[in-house]
T-cell receptor, first 114, second 113 residues
Framework: GQQLNQSPQSMFIQEGEDVSMNCTSS?????WLWYKQDPGEGPVLLIA?????ELTSNGRLTAQFGITRKDSFLNISASIPSDVGIYFC??????????????FGDGTTLTVKP | GAGVSQSPRYKVAKRGQDVALRCDPI?????LFWYQQALGQGPEFLTY????????KSGLPSDRFFAERPEGSVSTLKIQRTQQEDSAVYLC???????????FGPGTRLTVT
């Protein structure tokens, strides 16, 4: 089946630093999504990307949909302590009978040192 | 408004017991998904409903897993004769029709002893 390779697996950074993480797939996706998950909670959607090459920002977050449709990256600028958590990428094929079925990566755990 | 709620939040079952996990989606959301999240991994798709119709159950790991959404709102994931490998967090998500958006509940952590 489809697999998403997410890297790095974990990151330890100083407050104020920028962060970059990425996700690659062996298969094409039509939508890329980035989520953040805090302990004991479900994932929360951060950014959604719909078109190859698309670059989208949400505050300090910027994500891009790779032109091959097989990869995506997420950047966080000027990190703050509340950015701590696990970041997941997810891909979706299309909006039909399998609408919204997402394939997730295994996450990047971010630790921010004050 | 209220988000997706799941109950119980924690469930401990002895191997061989049956369990039922409940999901209350956001009111009016057509789509409902169940995911299984093992420790240290991302969520894995189990099944998908559009209203009361189960359109995709390809992710259910065995015939011990059964999901229903009889009135197109609340959904129940049932696991029969639980095994230790069923220990995981079970996440429910709901979304509006035709949208990529999925709003996740907090999950039910199932531990099978």
């Amino acid at each position: 089946g489809q697999q998403l390779n997410q890297s790095p697996q974990s990151m330890f950074i100083q407050e104020g630093e920028d962060v970059s993480m990425n996700c690659t797939s062996s298969s094409i996706f039509n939508t890329w999504l980035w989520y953040k998950q805090d302990p004991g909670e479900g994932p929360v959607l951060l950014i959604a990307l719909y078109k190859a090459g698309e670059l989208t920002s949400n505050g300090r977050l910027t994500a891009q949909f790779g032109i091959t449709r097989k990869d995506s990256f997420l950047n966080i600028s000027a990190s703050i302590p509340s950015d701590v958590g696990i970041y997941f990428c997810a891909g979706q094929l299309s909006l039909n009978t399998n609408a919204g079925k997402s394939t997730f990566g295994d996450g990047t755990t971010l630790t921010v040192k004050p | 408004g209220a988000g997706v709620s799941q109950s119980p939040r924690y469930k401990v079952a002895k191997r061989g017991q049956d369990v039922a996990l409940r999901c209350d989606p956001i009111s009016g959301h057509v789509s409902l998904f169940w995911y299984q999240q093992a420790l240290g991994q991302g969520p894995e798709f189990l099944t998908y409903f559009q209203n009361e119709a189960q359109l995709d159950k390809s992710g259910l790991p065995s015939d011990r897993f059964f999901a229903e959404r009889p009135e197109g709102s609340v959904s129940t994931l049932k696991i029969q004769r639980t095994q230790q490998e069923d220990s995981a967090v079970y996440l429910c998500a709901s979304g509006p029709r035709g949208a990529y958006e999925q709003y996740f509940g907090p999950g039910t952590r199932l531990t099978v002893t």
